[in-house]
Antibody, heavy 120, light 113 residues
Framework: QVQLQESGPGLVKPSETLSLTCTVSGGSISTYYWIWIRQPPGKGLEWIGYIYYTGGTNYNPSLKSRVTISLDTSKNQFSLKLSSVTAADTAVYYC??????????????WGQGTLVTVSS | DIVMTQSPDSLAVSLGERATISCKSSQSVLYSSNNKNYLVWYQQKPGQPPKVLIYWASTRESGVPDRFSGSGSGTDFTLTISSLQAEDVAVYYCQQYYSTPRTFGQGTKVEIK
């Protein structure tokens, strides 16, 4: 059974860079697409972007100038960096896997999520 | 970007009664080459990540109770819970995977009346 676990600081200061890591267990990261999604408290879901196991990336245009997603296949991990954060970036951040059952590119496995608060 | 709009924002249904949620996309998510609708429904309970219920707009994920069903095509979709159970209290989201950026509806909160 594939499991994902987010890790990283729960508090980030405004203008600094948010950094999170997702550790994948129960399966190899060397296939599929790997996703970051966020959810502000009490609000809906926002797709941040993905990285393919080959290293190719695709980011939400609304965040593209500030986002970097990277992959470390040796550790079975992928990471998110979001720069120049403001209070609007306060959210629960989820990592997820995009499955590919005959092209059905939905998010079939999710981490439990980690709350990141942006505050001085 | 494809905008996904759900209605209603919330609904209260008696136990055993039907719950119906609508999802509309700002452009078609039907891919003509395979005649499939690139739409998924998730259920999210408090403090948990979303869980897949339905993909391809109408295909139930393995292990999902058959009281959950999805229908629709093109730009108009529906999630139906045929007989609401207490454990179905949650927020439900539709999401398109037709194009990037992937986009979600704003969510519909289902409660017991």
């Amino acid at each position: 059974q594939v499991q994902l676990q987010e890790s990283g600081p729960g508090l980030v200061k405004p203008s600094e860079t948010l950094s999170l890591t997702c550790t994948v267990s129960g399966g190899s990261i060397s296939t599929y697409y790997w996703i970051w999604i966020r959810q502000p408290p009490g609000k809906g879901l926002e797709w941040i972007g993905y990285i393919y196991y080959t290293g190719g990336t695709n980011y939400n245009p609304s965040l593209k100038s500030r986002v970097t997603i990277s992959l470390d296949t040796s550790k079975n991990q992928f990471s998110l960096k979001l720069s120049s954060v403001t209070a609007a970036d306060t959210a629960v951040y989820y990592c997820a896997r995009q499955g590919d059952v005959m092209g059905a590119a939905y998010f079939d496995y999710w981490g439990q999520g980690t709350l990141v608060t942006v505050s001085s | 970007d494809i905008v996904m709009t759900q209605s209603p924002d919330s609904l209260a249904v008696s136990l055993g009664e039907r719950a119906t949620i609508s999802c509309k996309s700002s452009q078609s998510v039907l891919y003509s080459s395979n005649n499939k609708n690139y739409l998924v429904w998730y259920q999210q309970k408090p403090g948990q990540p979303p869980k897949v219920l339905i993909y391809w707009a109408s295909t139930r994920e393995s292990g999902v109770p058959d009281r959950f069903s999805g229908s629709g095509s093109g730009t108009d979709f529906t999630l139906t819970i045929s007989s609401l159970q207490a454990e179905d209290v949650a927020v439900y989201y539709c999401q398109q995977y037709y194009s990037t950026p992937r986009t979600f509806g704003q969510g519909t909160k289902v409660e017991i009346k």
